[in-house]
Structures are given as structure tokens and as C-alpha cells.
């Protein structure tokens, strides 16, 4: 059975739709089957990855709200262990839509079903909010995985969405375990970027993934190619990064496979 990682954060620029599209490169670049699912409206998981938006007949939108079948909305990338469920403007529109719906919690958790002994890994770029579509990722996951952007402010964000975690696992999905958090963005000339790394690894310190991703030119740059930096610069330091979380992610996983004992669960930090 695939496993089922969501990466979520509520707060825009921390390096989330980056993160997905780099770990999943990453993953395939293991050989690890993976599909990554876009689930934000501004669509560029799947831009990110060269699918052309204008091109598409069909993105997570339909099998969201018209339940057609994810299997036929997959799309391959250039990296043979790779696929992407792209998203369209029409998922805009998709919150509202969805609360009137049956069970509209659970919409994707429903399409992801028929897919999951296909693929090693699933991941889902969540929006920057906490609505209906976050919700629906978080109750199809089996773990959130958490980009954290050192700069002010982060922590409050962090102590919100661990919140919203703790509520999912008590209403809507109670298998669902906190993977870890990222460091994104990290500035080694930069003050704030050490103290805010610090403080994370105090609060969360068997959370937080040792490695750490760098501003990066070559990662920033990457998306208008339609490429991961993994095709783009391999020698690049935010490949070498996400190529460590993805070792990472993959030791940690052995290791709780090996102990058959879930995640560390959300623990909010006292305020």
C-alpha cells in the first residue's frame, strides 16, 4: 500500500508547492513510485513538472467534484518513476462546491482508494489556507509533512496547523501521524534564519529533519523550465537538499515499518 504523505502549511511562500515537487522527483529518482497529487488552485505542482494547464481535458477537480476516476486524470512526467494529477483554475471553485456535497471531507480519500497499491508514495500539494481542500488531504493521508520557512512569524503558523492536526485525528482521520517538518528557505547569513531553526528543534526535536533547504538560485529557477532541479542542476545545493530530505523520509519510513508502530502524532506547543 502506498503511503500517503500530504505537505501542508496555511501560510503562502514557505517553499510547500517547492517541496512537493522536489521530494517527489526525489523519491522517483530512488525508484520509488510516486504520484503527486495537485491540490491547489494556482495549479503549479503540475506546471512545475512541464504539464501544460492550457492543454489539459481533465485535472483533480473532476474527480473531486464529478467523481471520475484519478486513474484517468494521471498524467507521466519526464521521470519514469514519476506521475502528477494536475489542477486547473476550476479548483477554485471547489470549496464551495463541496459543502453541499456527502461526505465532503472525504471526497479524495475516496478517489485516492483504487490507486494506492499502484504507488510506493502518494504526496499532496495542499493550498496555502485550511479550508475544505486541506481537510480533504488531510483525511486521505497517512502523515502531514510540514515546510517550515525560517523567517518571523513561523511558529505561530506552525502552533495553528499542529492545532488543526490534533482535530483531524479526533474527527476525521485517526491514523493520521505528523511525517516531520522541513526547514525551507534557510539563509546561513541571516540571524533570524539560526534562531528560528533553533527554536523549532527545541519545541518539535524528534520532528524537525536534519536537513535543511537552502535559498537556492538554480530551485528558483527551475519551475519555468517545467523541470524539477533535480533535471534542471543536479549539482545544485537545493537538489543536494531535497535529494537529503527524500533519504530522510525513506530511513524514516524503514524504521517504522521495522518497529510496526505509527508516527510521532501532533503535539501543539504550549502557548
Same mark, same amino acid.
Given at each position: 500500500?502506498?503511503?500517503?504523505?500530504?505537505?501542508?502549511?496555511?501560510?503562502?511562500?514557505?517553499?510547500?508547492?517547492?517541496?512537493?515537487?522536489?521530494?517527489?522527483?526525489?523519491?522517483?529518482?530512488?525508484?520509488?513510485?510516486?504520484?503527486?497529487?495537485?491540490?491547489?488552485?494556482?495549479?503549479?505542482?503540475?506546471?512545475?513538472?512541464?504539464?501544460?494547464?492550457?492543454?489539459?481535458?481533465?485535472?483533480?477537480?473532476?474527480?473531486?467534484?464529478?467523481?471520475?476516476?484519478?486513474?484517468?486524470?494521471?498524467?507521466?512526467?519526464?521521470?519514469?518513476?514519476?506521475?502528477?494529477?494536475?489542477?486547473?483554475?476550476?479548483?477554485?471553485?471547489?470549496?464551495?462546491?463541496?459543502?453541499?456535497?456527502?461526505?465532503?471531507?472525504?471526497?479524495?480519500?475516496?478517489?485516492?482508494?483504487?490507486?494506492?497499491?499502484?504507488?510506493?508514495?502518494?504526496?499532496?500539494?495542499?493550498?496555502?489556507?485550511?479550508?475544505?481542500?486541506?481537510?480533504?488531504?488531510?483525511?486521505?493521508?497517512?502523515?502531514?509533512?510540514?515546510?517550515?520557512?525560517?523567517?518571523?512569524?513561523?511558529?505561530?503558523?506552525?502552533?495553528?496547523?499542529? &492545532? =488543526? !492536526?490534533?482535530?483531524?485525528?479526533? +474527527? @476525521?482521520?485517526?491514523?493520521? *501521524?505528523?511525517?516531520?517538518? %522541513? $526547514?525551507?528557505?534557510?539563509?546561513?547569513?541571516?540571524?533570524?534564519?539560526?534562531?528560528?531553526?533553533?527554536?523549532?528543534?527545541?519545541?518539535?526535536?524528534?520532528?524537525?529533519? &536534519? =536537513? !535543511?533547504?537552502?535559498?537556492?538560485? +538554480? @530551485?528558483?529557477?527551475?519551475? *519555468?523550465?517545467?523541470?524539477? %532541479? $533535480?533535471?534542471?542542476?543536479?549539482?545544485?545545493?537545493?537538489?543536494?537538499?531535497?535529494?537529503?530530505?527524500?533519504?530522510?523520509?525513506?530511513?524514516?519510513?524503514?524504521?517504522?515499518?521495522?518497529?510496526?508502530?505509527?508516527?510521532? +502524532?501532533?503535539?501543539?506547543?504550549?502557548?
Amino acid at each position: 500500500m502506498g503511503r500517503i504523505v500530504c505537505i501542508s502549511n496555511q501560510k503562502g511562500g514557505v517553499g510547500k508547492t517547492t517541496t512537493a515537487i522536489n521530494l517527489a522527483a526525489s523519491l522517483a529518482a530512488a525508484e520509488r513510485k510516486t504520484l503527486l497529487i495537485d491540490l491547489d488552485p494556482q495549479g503549479n505542482a503540475g506546471s512545475g513538472l512541464g504539464i501544460d494547464k492550457t492543454q489539459l481535458t481533465g485535472s483533480i477537480y473532476d474527480a473531486l467534484i464529478d467523481g471520475q476516476p484519478l486513474a484517468e486524470l494521471v498524467h507521466p512526467t519526464e521521470l519514469r518513476f514519476l506521475d502528477v494529477v494536475p489542477a486547473t483554475n476550476d479548483l477554485t471553485g471547489a470549496e464551495v462546491e463541496l459543502v453541499g456535497m456527502d461526505k465532503r471531507e472525504h471526497r479524495l480519500k475516496q478517489a485516492l482508494d483504487p490507486l494506492k497499491r499502484k504507488y510506493d508514495f502518494i504526496l499532496i500539494d495542499c493550498p496555502p489556507s485550511l479550508g475544505l481542500l486541506t481537510l480533504n488531504a488531510l483525511a486521505a493521508a497517512d502523515a502531514v509533512l510540514i515546510p517550515l520557512q525560517t523567517e518571523y512569524y513561523a511558529m505561530e503558523g506552525l502552533a495553528q496547523l499542529m &492545532s =488543526t !492536526v490534533e482535530l483531524v485525528q479526533q +474527527r @476525521l482521520n485517526p491514523k493520521l *501521524s505528523v511525517e516531520g517538518i %522541513v $526547514l525551507t528557505m534557510f539563509d546561513p547569513r541571516a540571524n533570524i534564519s539560526h534562531q528560528v531553526a533553533d527554536e523549532v528543534r527545541r519545541v518539535f526535536p524528534q520532528l524537525v529533519f &536534519s =536537513t !535543511v533547504v537552502p535559498r537556492n538560485v +538554480r @530551485l528558483a529557477e527551475s519551475p *519555468s523550465f517545467g523541470k524539477p %532541479v $533535480l533535471l534542471y542542476d543536479i549539482r545544485s545545493k537545493g537538489c543536494e537538499a531535497y535529494l537529503g530530505v527524500a533519504r530522510e523520509l525513506l530511513k524514516r519510513d524503514k524504521a517504522r515499518l521495522r518497529r510496526g508502530v505509527p508516527s510521532p +502524532r501532533a503535539s501543539a506547543p504550549a502557548r
